[in-house]
């Protein structure tokens, strides 16, 4: 936790057993801030974890697994203290999972997959209860491409994307900045490297935007973060250079 001034380490609750890891967190205040991510049940077999903090400490609040297989919960959003939403995937194999936050308990909300093999969501953005964005990808049957669904406040639904023509593209974080301002970030390949991608949603329609970069020898985005309400958006990730 930082305080304003220095990092401090803060405990957290886990799982009896082994490998557990929180991937991504989402405050909505400083007494409402929520981590997800997984712990291994069983040999090769995860199951999602969800903690929240709440001013005082971290604690683990019970989340639903879809199937029997693996699940894991890679990111999550908080809007309020009665709405937060969590993505990722199951094993059924490879579809998409999403977890709503009522206020009183966490559960799933049935989303939509492309593929019956392989889909499956990195990151979670938006602006409201009703406008909900959660971002990946899936396999076409050739390579991967990104994929983008939508809550309305009722329920999920594809929303057709972008792609680098027929290459490899990849969704890896997002963020919504207004309803109109919706950004995803990832990587696409060239055939030889790996190399930043970005889309942005204007409210009607996802459209690819150029982005540099650094090197020759190929980069990604991996994470980002952006100013709501303004135009303001940051992407992160790192250059093999």
Do not use: C
């Amino acid at each position: 936790h930082w305080n304003g001034t220095a990092w401090s380490v803060v405990p957290t609750p886990n799982v009896s057993g082994v490998n557990n890891q929180l991937y991504a967190v989402a405050a909505d205040g400083k007494n409402d801030v929520w981590a997800v991510g997984i712990h291994r049940v069983a040999p090769g077999i995860r199951a999602n974890l969800i903690e929240h903090w709440n001013g005082s400490a971290w604690s683990m609040v019970p989340s639903p697994n879809k199937g029997t297989g693996d699940n894991a919960l890679g990111s999550i959003i908080a809007l309020s203290p009665n709405s937060a939403f969590a993505s990722g995937g199951y094993n059924n194999p490879f579809q998409t999972l999403a977890e709503k936050w009522n206020g009183v308990k966490w559960k799933i909300a049935q989303t939509q997959n492309v593929n019956p093999n392989s889909n499956v969501f990195n990151a979670t953005a938006g602006v409201s209860a009703s406008d909900v964005w959660a971002l990946g990808d899936y396999f076409n049957g050739t390579v991967f491409n990104s994929l983008t669904e939508h809550w309305n406040g009722t329920a999920w639904a594809i929303i057709p994307s972008a792609n680098m023509g027929s290459n490899f593209t990849a969704i890896t974080a997002g963020t919504a900045l207004t309803t109109s301002d919706v950004w995803a970030v990832g990587y696409w390949s060239n055939g030889s490297d790996n190399l930043p991608y970005t889309m942005n949603w204007n409210g009607s329609v996802w459209s690819s935007v150029s982005a540099p970069t650094v090197g020759s020898n190929g980069a990604i985005f991996t994470g980002a973060a952006g100013i709501p309400g303004s135009a303001n958006a940051w992407a992160v990730g790192a250059t093999d250079n």
